[in-house]
């Protein structure tokens, strides 16, 4: 698919543990609804075998292909490939970014994780299309997350590296702290808990796509 | 490749967390000096992350082409194809098998766990070219094991489906009980401790291996 840094505005990432027991094809439903761009499937830590994990992705995908949101696949490019998803997103745990991206190909995209400028840098070879910085904030969602490295890291990896990917700022984002990331230079940003655990997703989702859209045209 | 089942006669399944400390590619060099046939790399419960894997895979697969043994990944397909290893083998927990095989073609080698004839009869589809049955006694270095089935379990599954895969027994083999899972219908035995934490890894694979054939040639 054609990459464009536009997808990045308001990227919602999910897995069935990150839903407050609630379908997780109605908490995307209703968070395309509010104004996502783009889609992550971020299974992790819950009771779903991988064949179960495949069969919520089918459905998953099918939500995302009628409303034309690209949908990512954390971690296990297999799980990608089977889904036909759009791309894979690594961490700096994960498969190497660019073993990924020979497996892949060029015309997937590939995210990676990276908290430093250097993390960055060894990104180079696989022509990352972004990167997810964070955490922006202290969070819950991901209990490996490491301390926040705030919004100033984004600013640091943009001025340490060349020609450096979009970025994307990720970790306890929500409408009312996403301003300093987008300010920093982050194209967008990525949520968890912020829409998948609100009580109304499409509003939480319209807020932070508010949020980041007002910040962006005053940047 | 072409998967012969006399592959199966002595399945060496392995990963960094099973060697005692030791290198895992001295540990696979000496168990092929003993005889062993196929190869499986389980890294799993190791404190490597995905790209050190890749490394030790890498390694390993060196080792594994120099004496012409296959070598089998364990549960991750994209590892598999990064590593242009022969073939996969998957538990009922992991990807579906017919959607691995999909994946990785016709070409590769595609193994499965199963229990009981039901489970042996669902991957039909994929035209596994083998079935991994167990456990078939009591074992320490798969902890999600399960109550051992026994030998009966490959006698079981064989006689309820038509054109079987060949089968190899897994789970707390060793050459004083290897007999009875051969002389069940097995085509082999696979095992991780018996040779990866014994003192002397070539003998004890030797003495696996000279088990396996006085047992076939008697059957």
């Known amino acids: 698919m054609d990459f464009s840094p536009s997808l990045l505005r308001l990227y919602f990432v999910m897995g069935s543990q990150d839903c407050a027991g609630r379908d997780p094809a109605w908490v995307l439903e209703e968070a395309i609804a509010g104004g996502i761009t783009l889609f992550q499937l971020r299974e992790k830590g819950s009771s779903l075998t991988l064949g179960e994990t495949v069969a919520l992705g089918r459905r998953l995908k099918a939500i ?39 497996l892949i190909g060029t015309r997937s995209v590939l995210g990676v994780s990276c908290e430093t400028p250097e993390e960055a840098l060894q990104t180079r070879n696989s022509g990352a299309e972004y990167i997810g910085t964070g955490a922006m904030y202290a969070t819950s969602s991901k209990p490996d997350a490491g301390k926040p490295v705030g919004p100033a890291a984004v600013e640091h990896i943009r001025a340490e590296m060349k020609s450096c990917p979009p970025i994307v700022g990720i970790g306890g984002i929500t409408a009312a702290n996403a301003t300093p990331v987008i300010r920093a230079g982050a194209e967008g940003v990525a949520v968890i808990s912020a829409i998948a655990s609100a009580e109304n997703p499409r509003r939480a989702a319209g807020n932070l796509r508010e949020t980041v859209e007002t910040t962006l045209s005053n940047r």
Request: hydrophobic share 40%; with cysteine.
């Open 64 to 102: 995302c292909d009628e409303h034309r949101i690209p949908l990512i696949v954390n971690d296990r490019a297999d799980l990608a490939m089977i889904l036909g998803a759009d791309g894979v997103h690594v961490g700096q745990d994960d498969l190497p970014a660019d073993e990924v991206r020979q």
